[in-house]
């Protein structure tokens, strides 16, 4: 099956040909095609197996990535120059192309990318949490998965695939599939992950959660006894599972 990558910085992952967005894919994630529409395909993608439907503008050729992006975002510059006009933005986890490297600065198709916001495909961080942290401020976007605006699970799914660690987009997959189970009342740690009923979110320390969520409206830190109080007042429920990478 032909591959095909992502060729604008954030796509909107439909659940139907102009249908509701569910997820979104970043500037060189791969896809295969399974279906088409008018001006539409139907895909899955390659890193988390998420089906949907995208416009087939946004769709190219696979060429073999080189860098991935693990800034929280960067800028694409007409020249290897800082000051050189910039024509667009890629968030953390976008996949890129180099053919070489000038003055700092990762020569793409795109144009030119400062390479110390970039690594070689291949190459992992090896904390999920604290890549969780570099999205501190990002707003909140239902099915977001971009440093322009992530939600729950885009968080979770950030954090564990620039880690190598494997992680579906939605909270109800990422229960079901990532990690081991804990006993209740069993003390947190710094990398487990509560889940509600629709929600999850990263325990950065004793008492304190790290998540996206509708009530800030964004990336944020939360005292941990605090948001499992709101949640469950707010009508969402109990903590459904304690999880352990």
């Given at each position: 099956?032909?591959?095909?990558?992502?060729?604008?910085p954030v796509v909107d992952l439909?659940?139907?040909?102009?249908?509701?967005?569910?997820?979104?894919?970043?500037?060189g994630d791969t896809v295969a095609v399974t279906?088409?529409?008018?001006?539409?395909?139907q895909i899955k993608a390659d890193k988390d197996g998420y089906r949907g439907w995208v416009r087939s503008n946004q769709l190219g050729l696979h060429v073999p990535a080189t860098h991935w992006i693990t800034a929280p975002a960067t800028h694409i510059y007409a020249q290897p120059d800082m000051k050189s006009p910039d024509s667009a933005?890629?968030?953390?986890?976008?996949k890129i192309t180099a053919s070489s490297e000038k003055n700092g600065f990762l020569e793409t198709g795109l144009g030119f990318?400062?390479?110390?916001?970039?690594?070689?495909?291949?190459?992992?961080?090896?904390?999920?949490?604290?890549?969780?942290?570099?999205?501190?401020?990002?707003?909140?976007?239902?099915?977001g998965n971009s440093r322009?605006?992530?939600?729950?699970?885009?968080?979770?799914?950030?954090g564990m695939l620039a880690?190598?660690?494997?992680?579906?987009?939605?909270?109800?997959?990422?229960?079901?599939?990532?990690?081991?189970?804990?006993?209740?009342?069993?003390?947190?740690?710094?990398?487990?992950?509560?889940?509600?009923?629709?929600h999850v979110?990263?325990?950065y320390a004793e008492d304190m959660l790290l998540h996206a969520n509708a009530f800030h409206m964004d990336v944020t830190f939360e005292p941990m006894t605090q948001a499992i109080a709101r949640i469950k007042d707010q009508g969402d429920g109990p903590v459904t599972s304690q999880k352990r990478l």
């Open positions: 099956m032909t591959r095909h990558s992502i060729i604008k439909m659940r139907a040909p102009d249908g509701p967005r569910d997820r979104q894919l970043l500037y279906d088409t529409a008018d001006g539409w395909k933005s890629l968030s953390f986890g976008s990318i400062p390479a110390v916001h970039a690594k070689p495909v291949g190459v992992t961080l090896t904390d999920p949490v604290a890549v969780a942290e570099l999205f501190l401020g990002t707003p909140y976007l239902w099915g322009f605006g992530l939600d729950c699970s885009g968080l979770v799914q950030a880690c190598g660690l494997p992680c579906p987009g939605d909270s109800g997959d990422q229960e079901r599939e990532v990690g081991r189970t804990l006993p209740d009342g069993t003390p947190p740690q710094r990398g487990d992950l509560l889940f509600w009923k629709g979110a990263w325990v």
